[in-house]
């Protein structure tokens, strides 16, 4: 079992940056991966980004490519998300995912999830 609990929603202006937090229990968060899903009003949650557990790969959907970056530390438990050049159309409730298995973690067959939190870009 994993518990993860989010961090760092808020809203910003176009153009702007926030940095998501997603804090994971549990002694065996290193063989996890991890990932970040969106969901906006009105549309199907949405994959953005994932890390295998090593850290040593990482993938993005096109929409948030060169924009977005995540990363973990697995000493403390945690897995990051920084939002670079925030567009409106990056407003959604972000959730934090893991799983054993990367390639179900992009597909989100069978993944972990946090609560989620909301982030808002203006225009």
């Known amino acids: 079992q994993v518990q993860l609990v989010e961090f760092g929603g808020g809203l910003v202006q176009a153009g702007g940056s926030l940095r998501l937090s997603c804090a994971a229990s549990g002694r065996t968060f290193s063989s996890y991966a991890m990932g970040w899903f969106r969901q906006a009003p009105g549309k199907e949650r949405e994959f953005v980004t994932a890390i295998k557990w090593s850290g040593a790969n990482t993938y993005y959907a096109d929409s948030v490519k060169g924009r977005f970056t995540i990363s973990r530390d697995n000493a403390k438990n945690t897995v990051f998300l920084q939002m670079n050049s925030l567009k409106p159309e990056d407003t959604a409730v972000y959730y934090c995912?893991?799983?054993?298995?990367?390639?179900?973690?992009?597909?989100?067959?069978?993944?972990?999830w946090g609560q989620g939190t909301q982030v808002t870009v203006s225009s």
């Open positions: 995912a893991a799983n054993l298995v990367l390639t179900r973690l992009r597909v989100g067959d069978g993944n972990y």
